[in-house]
DNA sequence: CTGAAAGCGCTAACAT
DNA sequence: ATGTTAGCGCTTTCAG
């Protein structure tokens, strides 16, 4: 016991338990813990009696003790990459209603999108005992940190990005789709040199077949790609550019648009913090939207329904997409055992104003 | 203990326990644990044993009996209104990185500014025996909410909001001289007729001596309305319109621009999401920004920045917020029992193009 | 330095 | 319907 005051809590206070309302009542603590708990049965005149005393001694049940021998504590956790970031808040609270309508309490961690921080986040929750995780992997290509998950038996539901070689319940939205869209619509316009933007980590430039650290990314990739390769523009992924974060969203969009031989007359914002910075340094060196540079991205964020020009976007259902992993989720923790399923949610294209046909400003 | 399969957790699996290691160490359990606990003595030749046996068996320690036996659970419980709120998302992340530093973790729970739901939140986080809590409280009026948590002797850390009669330690931004700047700044441009807005519950129309539901919206109404008075408009309590959630900020906009007798020609937005609202409204009704109305918010949010034109706003240092309530709860925790502090953090002005003389339209 | 044993607060057989 | 008792997995005296 911590040496404080003997009480053992660290807390200066003796918590009431179930053998205090047990004695206050008069019944033994099988009885109140009954009562309490309301599990079992007990009669009425106890009941009463028991929840009397508790309310008096002011007896807050402890869901520790309570987990320890059911071995379920009515929890789940969710590991993001950045809870400041607007999508994953939304989609935390997408999963967040969707637990509490359940009533299942959240434990929140962030990742940094680091694979070393999201293993340790990983192994609190487990510690804590969570019914089951919610996770956004910072590595779809390394399974490595889900593994204690699931070799712990518990279950595991990913969000936003898939991983490789794990069969789990995953929700993803349409991607590759997305990107498509967002990348003909430029071509549509008789765009030919157009950039791709992402924060992801990446070793290098990327090439053709690499692996990309969040399938996220990757579909989008692929996508963007695709629709290049079938328009016929050579070396398409040249046009690609990961790695944004290290080096910098407005340097990188200077050095795009200031590179004359590069010849870049549109940009697709891999979300919509990297088409702030775009839209910021196309500003700042004197560069129209959508006159001299059409910029399209992924996430309907408030302020491309407000900037001038507003933002072409491709909206995901971001609460719907933690909300429908926290469904899954619950299924399996009530013991569902088929087998894993991936729910790939459709983007919707919202048409503004910042797509034109290039040179338009000449 | 529960049917499954007889080990009592529910998850298919039987963990592995200290007892395992111990036995597989051929060590006692209390040695073991003094192994793997990292406490008490324990000869190195010993603790590798132990430590080898604990990684080929999976170990993976028990956090809540841990917690059980310490009585500390190495955890801190937040309570906002909303995560998806970027002001909260902030202030969480800010509370989060303070917290992960100091080996913490952290439970977030949203109370949707509903005390009813801020109670179970709280008493969910309680039974989970947190070493202390974070709270934005639901009300600064009623401080029964908080009351079980002080009671159960738990330290507690209030921010954003104070509450009324609550001597605890809180962390507030200085509201009430962020908005006379702000009005001050409407006032120096020639407006008279200037409006405030914020979604805060009201029962009613607002008159001076009200108490209104968060200290934070309090003290700028009172900024707002000294401003006025100073400046000698009649009336200031009837230039501010809460409950703008309930009714729906365009609607409130809309009929603040359409009442050519209210005549507003300005508007205090006490949060950037009713700026947005006010910016989208006026925008509907063919009202230019700042020529036919002038615009001020709290909060610098992205959108702000890039709108056309670019809105002038009272910046907080928001994940400071979050930061220092946290640093304060820790030191509580480690058991500093001096007097509780309130700690005031500064704003700051963002001037941009928002602002100009009342009229400067026609 | 190590071991035996008690206990944290609760639940779940098993009796009665 | 109620009581008795034995744990859940860990930490912590207390002995040795």
Not at 51 to 74: D, K, V
Not at 112 to 132: C, F, I, N, W
Not at 200 to 220: C, E, F, K, W
């Amino acid at each position: 016991m911590s040496a404080d005051n003997g009480n053992g809590n660290g807390h200066g206070r003796r918590e009431v338990t179930v053998t205090d309302v047990a004695r206050a009542a008069g019944v033994s603590k099988a009885t109140a813990a009954r009562a309490l708990g309301d599990y079992g049965a007990v009669s009425e005149s106890v009941r009463d009696r028991v929840q009397a005393a508790a309310e008096e001694l002011g007896y807050r049940p402890n869901a520790l003790a309570r987990t320890m021998s059911t071995g379920r504590s009515n929890t789940i956790g969710i590991v993001v990459g950045d809870i400041e970031n607007p999508f994953f808040a939304q989609a935390t609270r997408g999963a967040s209603d969707v637990a509490a309508a359940a009533g299942l309490d959240l434990i929140l961690s962030n990742s940094d999108e680091d694979p070393e921080t999201e293993a340790k986040a990983l192994s609190v929750q487990l510690a804590k005992r969570v019914d089951g995780l919610l996770v956004a992997p910072a590595s779809s290509v390394d399974p490595g940190n889900l593994r204690p998950v699931l070799d712990a038996g518990r279950p595991l539901v990913l969000f936003d990005r898939a991983v490789a070689d794990l069969e789990v319940d995953t929700v993803i939205a349409a991607n590759r789709t997305g990107a498509r869209t967002l990348t003909q619509l430029l071509l549509d316009a008789g765009h030919r040199r157009i950039a791709f933007i992402s924060t992801i980590d990446h070793p290098g430039d990327y090439r053709l077949g690499d692996q990309i650290l969040a399938t996220s990314v990757a579909d989008r990739v692929d996508g963007f790609v695709g629709a290049l390769t079938d328009a016929g523009v050579p070396d398409p992924a040249s046009f690609v550019h990961l790695n944004a974060r290290r080096d910098g969203v407005e340097a990188l969009t200077r050095r795009l648009l200031q590179d004359a031989d590069l010849g870049i007359t549109a940009i697709v914002s891999s979300d919509s913090l990297i088409a702030l910075g775009v839209y910021r340094t196309a500003l700042t060196l004197g560069r129209r939207i959508p006159d001299d540079l059409s910029l399209v991205a992924f996430d309907d964020a408030d302020w491309t329904g407000v900037s001038t020009p507003t933002i072409t976007v491709m909206s995901q259902p971001i609460h719907e997409i933690g909300a429908e992993a926290a469904r899954l989720l619950i299924r399996r923790i009530r013991g569902d055992g088929a087998p894993p399923v991936t729910r790939v949610l459709e983007q919707r294209l919202v048409p503004r104003e910042s797509v034109a046909p290039p040179g338009a400003g000449r």
